[in-house]
């Protein structure tokens, strides 16, 4: 279940972004980003809606081509944006990372077993007997033992959640990215998901978490970095930035979640 | 039409042509034709999604000139206009080159519609389990378009099992021609012809009955 390389707290880099930049249209989403995410660290972005933290998320993995900008990983080659890079250097791009969607987005024609091994079995082409073994051990960790041969909509928003973050454990990546995980829930389902993340945590997972749960991000993380207008405006430890912003946009956007009305 | 005992025994009579018509011909030709008709449709509606212009725009004109223009005249042009330039067809293959294009035709913005039915968030997970995009279409977009193609498609289907009547016109000996045959010779029309009419409405019946059970095998996975 942990991270197949042991990671020490505060260790290196695993991927380092320099001056990211992504623009839909005339509306540029996100204004050269640097951001460096560690080995066994986690990383909450918090921010308003529209202030780019999924645009991010999506560029670490891939679903979206970044239009300027770097990402590093130490040994290899820099990747570049400027110019549209390769099918092969994007995959590898994308090999690295799980991730975790608002909307679960599980394959809904496949039961919960057959979408956690579509990825190690059918891409992977792990030998599916292992494969199955350690998803099945994934699916009991998770408490959704009973349910490896039920469809998607048979399950609560909860419990397909648990099964999305199971889904991009079982691609036993180096890194795992949060877009929002508990956004679409019922909050009394909110708990068991966010006790599974913290407990992932723990294990030593490198994270980059999406999150509008403060609580949450000052509890998990061991950095929280707040988006505004595409740019990261501050950084820093969580209970610095969450209890002390420096900046007044920061404090704004705070006090807006933590006393909506 | 009184109850002409001589009536029934020419209804009897011409049950077996018209039957065997409809299963030695009607029936294989319009299975045959949606079927080579369902991968050109597949074809063509991965070309009208496709980014290369050049491929979209073929298929659009493709679509637009099968849509646009009577089978009849399509079903013409292959048996009676072909020869003049070389190629000749025997009657069943013209029937089944006509068929299969213009299921392409129809087929093709059924599918299209289904495959932009499917949620971007489902491309995005597959792309994000490391899937390419071939897989992803064939592993975890087509299942789910399917689902919401069946019943547009057993309309094209249904409506093309009553479309080769048209193949009589190019002499295919299929279930109609059997009932003009027997017709002409009895001067029975209206015997003959409902007679036909009702043989093509028992093979619809049991068409749409077998649409609904499809249905209801690819709803297995969804919330209703």
């Known amino acids: 279940m942990s991270p197949i390389e042991a990671s020490p ?15 839909f249209g005339a509306n540029p989403v996100l204004r050269s980003i640097d951001l460096t995410i560690e080995r066994g660290r986690v990383l909450a972005l918090i921010g308003p809606s529209g202030s780019g ?6 560029c670490l993995n891939g679903l979206e081509l970044a239009d300027g900008g770097t990402i590093n990983a130490p040994g ?14 994007l995959n590898a791009l994308r090999d690295r990372s799980g991730m975790v969607f608002q909307h679960y987005n599980l394959f809904p024609h496949k039961t919960v077993l057959q979408n956690v091994l579509e990825g190690p079995v059918v891409v992977q ?13 994934l699916l009991a960790r998770v408490g959704l033992s009973e349910k490896t041969h039920a469809y998607p909509f048979q399950l609560s928003g909860g419990q397909q959640q648990r099964v999305g973050i199971v889904r991009a454990l079982a691609l036993q990546p180096q890194l795992l990215l949060f877009d929002e995980p508990t956004s679409a829930l019922d909050p009394e389902l909110v708990g068991d998901v966010l006790r599974l993340i913290k407990e992932l945590a723990a294990d030593g997972w490198t994270m980059v978490i999406a999150t509008h ?49 | 039409m009184t109850a002409d005992p001589s009536r029934w025994d020419l209804f009897g009579s011409a049950l077996w042509p018209i039957v065997h018509g409809a299963i030695a011909s009607t029936i294989p030709m319009a299975v045959v034709s949606f079927a080579i008709g369902l991968l050109i449709a597949l074809a063509l509606a991965l070309m009208r999604l496709s980014r290369s212009r050049f491929a979209s725009g073929t ?8 849509r646009g223009t009577p089978l009849l005249v399509q079903l013409f042009v292959i048996f009676y206009g072909l020869p003049s330039i070389g190629i000749v067809l025997q009657p069943w293959p013209s029937a089944v080159a006509a068929f299969s294009l213009n299921v392409g035709g129809y087929g093709a913005e059924v599918i299209r519609a289904a ?16 899937m390419s995009h071939r897989r992803t279409l064939s592993r975890i977009i087509l299942p789910q378009a399917a689902r919401v193609s069946v019943p547009p498609l057993s309309n094209t289907f249904i409506s093309l099992v009553k479309d080769t009547s048209l193949a009589s016109l190019i002499l295919v000996t299929e279930l109609f021609r059997q009932a003009q045959k027997v017709a002409a010779f009895s ?26 059970s499809l249905e209801n095998r690819l709803d297995r996975h969804v919330a209703h």
């Open chain 1, 9 to 23: 707290p505060g260790g290196q880099a695993l991927l380092s972004v320099h001056g990211l930049s992504k623009t």
């Open chain 2, 187 to 212: 001067q029975q029309f209206m015997l003959l012809y409902l007679e036909a009419a009702l043989v093509y409405w028992v093979v619809c019946l049991v068409l749409s009955t077998a649409q609904g």
């Open chain 1, 213 to 261: 749960e403060l609580e949450f991000a000052r509890e998990v993380a061991h950095e929280v970095a707040f988006l505004d207008a595409g740019t990261i405006l501050e950084r820093g430890h969580p209970s610095q930035l969450l209890r002390n912003p420096q900046h007044e946009r920061t404090r704004q956007f705070l006090h807006r979640v933590l006393h909506p009305f």
């Open chain 1, 76 to 89: 290899e080659l820099p990747l570049d944006f400027t110019t549209p890079p390769t099918r092969s250097r």
């Open chain 2, 59 to 66: 298929a659009r004109l493709y679509i637009s000139l099968v």
């Open chain 2, 115 to 130: 495959i932009l039915s499917v949620p971007p968030g489902q491309w995005e997970a597959a792309y994000m389990i490391g």
């Open chain 1, 125 to 137: 082409r792990r030998p599916r007997a292992e494969a199955t073994a350690s998803a099945l051990e």
């Open chain 1, 53 to 58: 933290k999924t645009t991010l998320l999506r």
